[in-house]
């Protein structure tokens, strides 16, 4: 059976453009960069490569304003760590949002374990944080905002540069989780006016277990990973070499590549969600209808519940995903598609479908093909479905 | 991580050893930071016409006390006070920050050299 | 010319073997393990199978023990950091040594700051602890004893087993840092009688960006990285499936060849070391004469400076390590040396030159050949040097 991805949000597959671009630094080119040998020369020399392609694709002003970690949850929680931890003495407010990844959420929560307070800005119907809101809720506390760039499960894009218009008056650090929007739709830092961002490759056809947090010049960070003197005191580890090479080879590839991929997933998102919500009752689109993600389309599909949908598509080769409770091994569904006000039972039922740059009409159409049958199948089998 | 000038100068230190009726002698560092530079020189009529280093040092602090060495022979001693560490570390074509202050020492070790000459004239 | 790699303490090449294996989880096997379409049962599978497989090869009871990390480091400091959180209730109190790696010291420095209290045990010239020390340093505060299994720079290996003992009638947890020891000599976490101990894949011949920390069943740990319910909540991110499936094979490898790799380098070693003391004046080796890392020697030849030593030893196509202020970037030589009692005039002229499983007679005949003309040449240059 031909097997169709539609979970891109999820990981990508590594271009092989960018496993060719890693494979020299796995046997021949393996020196530790912190040792001062030929050996650890030569990887010295990737690895500054690397941050300056990085800094520049993401219009960080210096290179050192780059620091490779092990995934985009390690970036977030270092962000808002280290923070948290060199300006407590500054203030102990924290601001972010309902619907973040749980990489910042569970950090946030964290963190008012240790005292910190933190306040959760809520969202409107269609994943939206008002920049008003926040406003309100800003005091002579608060040391970090951070707010997302896009969501993870909806796609909603957030008013990132407005958020940082706001912060900037009042001196107030902002750091926004770019991991989905990387590579998808256009991330500098200067025009989004950040202080910290986010990303990881495994987003965007790099390879997994590689991040990168920006930090602006002169921001404190106490790290999360101590010991040795790697990434400027901020990360200690040996650097993974290879990733880091393939983390700034896919960065380029997915900027270069940008505007022409962005445009023909647009198309593509906007086939799929029109003819959904034209083929089907009863179901509705999760998430703002143009601000959104390029690849992604999110839906409800009332009286059915996620797994089963998820299984069904599985039946018939084709990967999603789903905010339902079952699929992320918690009890409660998705707390992104709660915090944007959707009841339980209609959360339970979301099924995500993100589509990448190697997804074609003919993939879109074949689960058009199939996802009427599986709905009906299971609404019939649904005690709450009267029809 | 260093420069090809002080590649050279760490491969091929010149004016390495000792004068031995130096008239004059300056040590700088201490070996618990990890430099120390001696330097000799040989002083006739204000100039100083031969001088020698010794250095214990990283592959910098080796670098600059050769770079320094030949940078002052043939100069007054007025000349050779006007030489700093940082016209060292430019003539290396620079030196990473790090070892800026602990191995760019060189200048300093002339500098005493120079005033232990002046002192014993003086004494 | 043909370059000699003598710093297989700081890293090692990956194994074509290695890499083999991890090939297909970049391009082809990608999917994200956490989902539960065919892409991440694939990823889920190959995940299961590493982790079953480094159970196996460290002596883990079960499976679930091991949690994957993104390195030696984050590994130290999951287990510091993650003990003293979760069991803060019933004490403050730290035991470590005074030669143990970065990530550990800095991460007790670190915990100090957030008001637990570490003791440093002294090692002896050899640098060694001594059990009695340890016995006298316990108090009913103490929550967690963290010892490394051998040192990285002088090779020294601790007596682990005789500590875990003391540990175990006081119901203490222990953790030790077998970053250095892992594939080089028996590591069963049984047999050593520890409760949490740390690996990082680079040292034996796997990828970088990758480690383990083994926690005991029931030991309660205080993540690091906050976030997505992987590795049992306990270490957010999505999984580097390659790194952990190259990290698997690797130890596998690593432990089957163990036995004979260990002996030929012990003999290769003591090869070196033998012809060093007796080849030259004002030389010491440190560390241990015997109770040593099978590939390491690690020598302090008076007058000279290490920096200036290997960049020689570089010049000749040799790639060597030291303790040197000036090559770790800070302004003090190596704490575990001072940590030894040896002055500083003499650590700054330690060499360390850590043999790997490609290291050949003829390799260490030629470091004989060139180095008493490097040393010849610095000494004649060192104002120490009154011969
Ligand atoms: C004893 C010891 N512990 C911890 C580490 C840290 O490992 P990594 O650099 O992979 O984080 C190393 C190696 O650098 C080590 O030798
Ligand atoms: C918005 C967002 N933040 C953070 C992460 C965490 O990234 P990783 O799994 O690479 O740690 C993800 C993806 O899982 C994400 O979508
Ligand atoms: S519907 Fe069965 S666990 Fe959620
Ligand atoms: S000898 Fe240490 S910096 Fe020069």
Redesign the interface.
């Known amino acids: 059976m031909k097997r169709i991805y539609l979970d891109h949000a999820a990981t990508t597959p590594v271009d092989p453009e960018v496993l060719e671009a890693m494979l020299p630094y796995y046997v021949e080119s393996f020196g530790n960069p912190s040792s001062i040998h030929s050996f650890g020369r030569e990887t010295r020399k990737a690895l500054d490569q690397a941050r300056a392609t990085v800094a520049k694709e993401i219009g960080a002003a210096e290179p050192s304003e780059i620091i490779f970690t092990g995934s985009g949850s390690e970036s977030d929680n270092m962000a808002i760590k280290g923070v948290a931890l060199s300006y407590r003495e500054k203030g102990d407010h924290i601001i972010t949002s309902a619907i973040e990844h749980h990489a910042v959420f569970d950090t946030c929560k964290f963190l008012e374990k240790q005292g910190f307070k933190v306040t959760y800005l809520p969202v409107n119907g269609e994943g939206l944080v008002n920049p008003a809101d926040l406003k309100q809720a800003l005091t002579d506390k608060t040391i970090l905002v951070t707010i997302m760039h896009a969501n993870n499960e909806v796609g909603t894009i957030q008013p990132i540069a407005e958020i940082a218009k706001i912060l900037k008056e009042r001196k107030i650090l902002f750091h926004t989780d770019a991991v989905q929007t990387t590579g998808s739709i256009p991330v500098d830092v200067h025009e989004l006016g950040v202080d910290l961002l986010s990303l990881a490759a495994h987003k965007f056809y790099g390879p997994k277990g590689v991040g990168v947090l920006y930090a602006r010049k002169g921001i404190r960070l106490t790290p999360v990973i101590h010991g040795g003197a790697q990434e400027r005191n901020r990360r200690a580890g040996t650097e993974n070499i290879a990733g880091i090479v393939g983390l700034a080879k896919a960065l380029e590839l997915a900027n270069q590549k940008l505007p022409e991929t962005s445009k023909s997933l647009t198309e593509l998102r906007d086939y799929l969600i029109d003819n959904v919500l034209q083929k089907f009752e009863y179901v509705r689109l999760n998430g703002h209808r143009t601000r959104r993600l390029p690849g992604n389309a999110n839906f409800s599909f009332e009286f059915i519940e996620g797994e089963s949908l998820l299984l069904n598509l599985d039946l018939k080769g084709i990967a999603a995903s789903s905010g339902s409770a079952c699929t992320s091994g918690s009890l409660e569904p998705s707390h992104v598609l709660l915090g944007m006000g959707i009841c339980h039972e209609i959360a339970h039922g979301s099924l995500r479908l993100t589509l990448g740059k190697s997804t074609t009409k003919e993939e879109i159409d074949y689960v058009l093909e199939v996802l009427p049958e599986i709905v009906n199948k299971l609404r019939a089998m649904s005690p709450l479905y009267n029809n | 991580?260093?420069t090809d000038k002080v590649?050279d100068h760490?491969?091929n230190?010149r004016n390495?050893g000792e004068i031995e009726n130096a008239n004059g002698v300056g040590?700088v560092g201490n070996?618990?930071?990890?430099?120390?530079?001696?330097i000799y020189l040989q002083v006739e009529d204000n100039r100083i016409v031969d001088v020698k280093f010794?250095?214990?040092?990283?592959?910098?602090?080796?670098a600059t006390s050769s770079m320094v060495t030949e940078m002052v022979k043939g100069k007054t001693l007025e000349e050779a006070l006007e030489i700093t560490n940082q016209a060292v570390a430019e003539a290396l074509d620079g030196l990473p920050p790090?070892?800026m202050h602990?191995?760019n020492l060189a200048a300093d070790a002339l500098h005493k050299a120079i005033q232990d000459y002046r002192s014993k004239l003086a004494g």
Do not use: H, L, N, R
């Open positions: 991580m260093y590649m760490f491969q230190p390495v040590e070996a618990v930071c990890g430099d120390i530079m001696k010794k250095t214990f040092g990283c592959g910098a602090a080796i790090q070892k602990c191995s």
